[in-house]
């Protein structure tokens, strides 16, 4: 029974402005209460590593919508507010302010939290940059013209992305990476070698196995040295070791198990109560693992089909193939899947020549593929690991055989 008729979101990334705007376009009749912590009209984060810290975008560039978008009549935004407790007995959340808002179903759509490095924050150095929010960028911004050699931690997607956008800058980069390979949990080795080559041809000192055990400077980092003795003059350090969520505002409250656990409708363990994006860890019907996955595409779909069946209980079950982009010097990287073990890759297309597709299979499925400069193969993979179906591997390997044709042929075989 409705009472307040509002839907309340927190959070308004990605996740949270996509299931706003897909109630406002499916005619939902309340109210949509969109709160966020964060001061600065919603934007997308994908260019802070990207275009935005290589200054080719601005502050407008990046908003997930123009203003205009939140004047909605149906829509009440608002920024510099955290939701600090849930309420599910009295359907109401409480803000920092101690505000209290009410709800008739609530979206939780609160992302993930950076992974920080603890002996850093500590000692509280001018020139560590972290990298969430337009604030960070924009910090890394200012102190880009002090900047003449950056240590990155992490050779993670957003620590290369970053050492690609640095270097683009003009600034000498080295990476440390803990792993004895970049990107091998989610690429295996042989890819993620690759790509640090690629790193490395163009001048980025990549160094693996190996971390930074002393920070040294004053007020500032000047030299950081490592488990393996290396010793590195340089003028910023930027952390970037992942993200994970933390089930504080959800305690006691919903089910969370490394995110909060939702159902294919996007639901929580609490009626009314759904969550989507970064923070929730749904089961991925391909393999049936339960997963949480930080990509925009699949925060964005999800958020949207929280929406809908906040508008239509149990109407949408969510089925969307997880799929991310990552752009590095002149490498468009694609992944699409979420394979967490395979038995044999096929390589499509030329290495050399960047331009090529690695499949990733199990028991001839395909679960996985790292698409680099093809992008028109997104949407027919796509297709084919949804499927679920065995495929042939000599014609996958094929350029000469389209996808479509295979596509067709594995939906007869099976
Ligand atoms: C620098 C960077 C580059 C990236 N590049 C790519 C890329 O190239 N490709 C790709 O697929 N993905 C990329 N990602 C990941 C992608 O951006 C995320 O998966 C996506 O933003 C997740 O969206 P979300 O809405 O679930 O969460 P978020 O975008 O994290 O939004 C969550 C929001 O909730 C707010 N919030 C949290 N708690 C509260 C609270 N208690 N009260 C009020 N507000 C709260 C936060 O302030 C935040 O704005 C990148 C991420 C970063 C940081």
């Given at each position: 029974m409705s009472t307040y008729n509002q839907i309340v979101i927190i959070g308004a990334g990605i996740a949270g402005v996509n299931a706003a705007k897909t109630l406002l376009d499916n005619d939902y009749e309340g109210k949509v209460v969109l709160i966020d912590r964060d001061e600065n009209l919603p934007y997308d984060r994908p260019p802070l590593s990207k275009e935005y810290l290589a200054g080719t975008m601005d502050n407008d560039g990046i908003l997930l919508h123009p203003e205009e978008f939140y004047r909605d009549d149906r829509m009440e935004l608002l920024l510099g507010?955290?939701?600090?407790?849930?309420?599910p007995d009295k359907k109401t959340v409480i803000l920092n302010d101690g505000e209290e808002i009410g709800w008739d179903k609530l979206l939780i759509t609160t992302g993930s939290k950076l992974r920080r490095l603890q002996p850093l924050d500590e000692q509280n150095f001018e020139n560590v940059f972290y990298l969430k929010t337009q604030k960070d960028a924009s910090r890394v911004q200012e102190q880009l013209s002090s900047i003449n050699h950056l240590a990155i931690i992490g050779a993670g997607f957003i620590g290369l992305e970053v050492a690609a956008s640095m270097l683009a800058a003009g600034k000498q980069v080295t990476v440390f990476e803990a792993a004895k390979t970049p990107l091998s949990r989610v690429l295996g080795e042989d890819m993620g070698t690759y790509i640090a080559e690629k790193h490395r041809a163009k001048g980025i000192e990549i160094f693996t196995d190996d971390y930074i055990t002393q920070f040294k400077g004053d007020s500032s980092i000047r030299e950081v040295e490592t488990k393996n003795g290396i010793k590195l003059a340089c003028d910023g350090v930027l952390v970037g070791i992942g993200v994970s969520t933390d089930g504080l505002l959800v305690e006691g409250i919903l089910d969370f198990d490394d995110g909060i656990i939702v159902n294919e409708f996007c639901e929580t363990s609490v009626a009314d109560i759904y969550a989507a994006g970064d923070c929730a860890r749904w089961t991925y019907p391909i393999s049936g693992e339960k997963i949480r996955i930080e990509h925009w595409d699949h925060a964005m779909n999800q958020g949207a089909t929280a929406a809908l069946n906040m508008l239509q209980p149990n109407s949408q079950p969510f089925t969307t193939i997880p799929y991310f982009w990552s752009n590095q010097h002149d490498l468009a990287i694609q992944y699409v899947g979420h394979p967490t073990t395979w038995d044999q890759t096929v390589l499509r297309g030329s290495m050399e020549d960047d331009t090529f597709t690695m499949f990733y299979l199990l028991e001839n499925k395909v679960v996985g593929a790292l698409i680099v400069n093809q992008p028109t193969n997104v949407l027919p993979i796509r297709r084919l690991i949804s499927q679920s179906v065995i495929v042939n591997t000599d014609q996958l390997g094929d350029e000469k055989v389209k996808l479509k044709q295979i596509i067709k042929q594995a939906a007869v075989i099976n």
């Open positions: 507010k955290s939701v600090t407790e849930l309420r």
